[in-house]
């Protein structure tokens, strides 16, 4: 029996690629296509799947509005919007990316891993936009002041900390539970290794498969537009683009 496609996922090494070109490995029952190695990110983490287009040999565009990962997540399934053009295993074809929606969500994914080191509380839940992201905390007495919590966050920004990734083994994470923020959703493990993403020397370093920029410099400002009761100890800090 074949073993299933896999895919290279070539954001996880540079998050700053546009575009590549691949080779269709397979087609999905409902019209997905599987690339043997892809700049899309698949929905995961509470970061939204990438949205861009496939360029075929003979210049056809097809719209992907999102990518996911197959049932064995070693494979990135495309989902393009129409299936009448669809490529066949073998076909070599163009990756583009929706970039500015792409470096957003980097921006923004970047902006909650320092939210996490302003508010040092466990996180039980979140998720990403290009123009609005939210993480929850369980925060025993509230009383958080979103002016106070903006100011802090931006001074972090500003103070262009480097972001960098690297890998521990499944057992040394297991041995350093702290370095967990989640509750509810734990990294990936089962692979051998983890990928952490240290931000400056001590700003935050957490286990994150997402896809960051290089420097908290490019983030930009942002503001805590809301924060929100949702529950006894649960509270919502949902952040903005100060420019927008």
Not at 84 to 91: A, F, H, K, Q, R
Request: aromatic share 4%; proline share 6%; hydrophobic share 40%.
């Amino acid at each position: 029996m074949a073993s299933a496609p896999t895919t290279e996922p070539l954001f996880r090494d540079d998050a700053y690629m546009p575009s590549c070109e691949a080779v269709v490995t397979d087609v999905t029952a409902d019209g997905g296509v599987v690339l043997d190695r892809t700049v899309f990110y698949a929905a995961g983490g509470g970061q939204p799947g990438d949205a861009g287009r496939i360029e075929l040999s003979d210049g056809t565009m097809l719209a992907v509005p999102t990518a996911v990962y197959g049932p064995d997540r070693a494979s990135i399934v495309h989902q393009v919007a129409e299936t009448t053009s669809v490529p066949s295993p073998g076909d070599r074809v163009v990756a583009h990316l929706d970039w500015d929606r792409r470096y957003r969500h980097m921006r923004m994914h970047t902006a909650l891993h320092l939210l996490t080191a302003v508010l040092a509380y466990p996180v039980t839940g979140g998720q990403i936009g290009a123009d609005e992201s939210r993480l929850d905390f369980d925060i025993p007495d509230g009383g958080l002041d979103k002016d106070a919590v903006t100011e802090a966050l931006n001074a972090l920004i500003a103070g262009d900390h480097s972001v960098t990734s690297e890998w521990i083994t499944d057992a040394e994470l297991e041995a350093n539970p702290g370095l967990v923020k989640t509750m509810s959703v734990k990294p990936p493990m089962g692979a051998g290794r983890v990928r952490l993403v240290r931000i400056g020397e001590e700003v935050d370093l957490q286990p994150c498969g997402g896809t960051h920029v290089l420097k908290t410099g490019e983030i930009g400002r942002v503001v805590v537009s809301k924060i929100e009761k949702k529950g006894k100890q649960n509270r919502r800090v949902r952040l903005q683009w100060a420019d927008s």
